[in-house]
């Protein structure tokens, strides 16, 4: 079993919707988690971190933890096609980040 | 603040050469890692240092192996490449001691072996 795991995609969206995206984790003791979006060829960019329970939101973006269920999601309002790009899933364990493989977004004009 | 610095973006090599990657942390940061993205991949962990030693280190074989400076910058070794080591190569900084703090990538360096 893979430590993150995530849809692969890809997942269309129109310009303007919401976007959903989701991950799950294997270790419940896992403390730190993070969003990371990455264009084609480009390195990971920190979208969000989220330490706790509950929503977390910086501007059009929304992070949720649950950690009884060990699920991680992000929201992305009022989507943009710059948003399309590969949107990693992290989580910090024992002093290194296990990565899921990405989902890739596509927003659609 | 440069952020995370990464040298050379790019190169090619060929099978069974060896390969030195480098990477200066964001300032103010004294833990770096190092990761492989292979394409359609998520990063995989190679390994980490700080004070100048590897603390962790993820399933990667011998032949890699890396150094870190008393300036907190580091290098990665490849040794005898293969051509699966084709990839994109990542080095993260972050503070070490603090518990909830995000890493930084660098721009990464591509890798070709053919």
């Known amino acids: 079993q893979k430590e993150v795991e995530q849809n692969s995609g890809p997942l269309s969206v129109p310009e303007g919707a919401i976007a959903s995206l989701n991950c799950t984790y294997s270790?419940?003791?896992?403390?730190?988690f993070f969003w990371y979006r990455q264009y084609s060829g480009k390195s990971p960019e920190l979208i969000m971190s989220?330490?706790?329970?509950g929503d977390k939101e910086d501007g059009r973006f929304t992070a949720q933890l649950n950690k009884a269920s060990q699920y991680v999601s992000l929201l992305i309002r009022d989507s943009q096609p710059s948003d399309s790009a590969t949107y990693l899933c992290a989580v910090y364990n024992f002093n290194k980040f296990y990565f899921g493989s990405g989902t890739k977004l596509n927003v659609k004009p | 603040d440069a952020g995370v610095t990464q040298s050379p973006t790019h190169l090619i090599k060929t099978r069974g050469q060896q390969v030195t990657l480098r990477c200066s942390p964001k300032s103010g940061h004294d833990t770096v890692s190092w990761y492989q993205q292979a394409l359609g991949q998520g990063p995989q962990f190679i390994f980490q240092y700080y004070e100048e030693e590897e603390r962790q280190r993820g399933n990667f074989p011998d032949r890699f192996s890396g150094h870190q400076f008393p300036n907190y910058s580091s290098e990665l070794n490849v040794n005898a490449l293969l051509l699966g080591d084709s990839a994109l190569y990542l080095c993260?900084?972050?503070?070490?001691?603090?518990?909830?703090?995000?890493?930084?990538f660098g721009q990464g360096t591509r890798l070709t072996v053919v």
């Open positions: 270790d419940r003791g896992s403390q730190s």
């Open positions: 989220i330490y706790s329970n």
């Open positions: 993260a900084s972050r503070p070490r001691g603090l518990r909830n703090t995000e890493a930084f």
